[in-house]
């Protein structure tokens, strides 16, 4: 399984990939933050706090996550290498969780060079250091729980097609659905009580929670339910083979 997860990064790394999306992910982050003038602009704001960041990123998370994922078994079938791959001394789970960890690892990746805009901000305060760091953690730690579901979701969408772009459009849906479908379910007022269960299926409400830097375990459990669900959908994908 390492050997595979090696040879996953160092795909993505030996491509354009992996650099195209951190560089667009970082460019994004840096003009909404530091150069637009709008609601998300630190120095417009005039606060110590880039709650900005946990704002916009699940939003340039649900296009650039989906081109990661997108090439993940679609491109195994396409090159007709997904049978070789499926013959290695490796079960279905060990394959989709070596795919899913190198996309964790790209995400990664994406979100470590934006702890200079927590430093930026850190020594614009007044005073310097003026900032919720505890707060700022919590909000990291939802932001890769985010990021670790959308790599789930991603997966699952490339395993049911052998096209590329099919798997991206339909990766952009399923995260667009499971994290934003939810609330605007709720938001009508139809089913009365149990507009609260269903805005608690949604990603957002979770990750909203993590993001004031509270780490509740409920939020965590969802997350990773969520996670095992896609993985479990996506291996059942994978043995409809033997069918």
């Known amino acids: 399984m390492l050997t595979l997860l090696r040879k996953e990064i160092n795909s993505f790394l030996s491509s354009l990939i992996g650099y195209i999306v951190i560089t667009v992910f970082l460019l994004f982050m840096g003009l909404f933050l530091w150069v637009f003038h709008s609601g998300s602009n630190i120095l417009d704001n005039e606060f110590a706090s880039i709650d900005p960041l946990f704002i916009i990123a699940p939003w340039v998370f649900l296009f650039l996550i989906p081109a990661i994922t997108m090439r993940s078994f679609a491109d195994e079938k396409k090159s007709g290498t997904i049978e070789l791959l499926l013959t290695r001394p490796l079960s ?3 394959i989709i969780l070596a795919k899913y960890f190198a996309g964790m690892i790209l995400v990664v990746f994406s979100l470590i060079p934006t702890l200079l805009y927590y430093y930026s901000v850190h020594k614009l305060g007044n005073p310097p250091g003026n900032i919720d760091t505890g707060g700022m953690w919590g909000s990291y730690v939802g932001l890769l729980f985010l990021g670790g579901a959308y790599v789930a979701i991603g997966i699952f969408a490339s395993s049911i097609t052998d096209n590329q772009i099919v798997s991206f459009i339909l ?7 499971v994290c934003y479908g939810f609330d605007a379910l709720s938001s009508f007022e139809l089913f009365g009580k149990v507009d609260n269960i269903i805005l608690g299926m949604g990603i957002m409400d979770h990750y909203q929670s993590m993001s004031r830097g509270v780490i509740d375990t409920r939020d965590a459990l ?4 969520v996670i095992a669900i896609f993985i479990l959908c996506t291996r059942t994908v994978l043995e409809s083979r033997k069918w």
């Open 222 to 225: 969802y997350f990773i339910s």
């Open 92 to 94: 279905d789970l060990q």
């Open 171 to 177: 990766a952009v849906c399923l995260c667009a659905f």
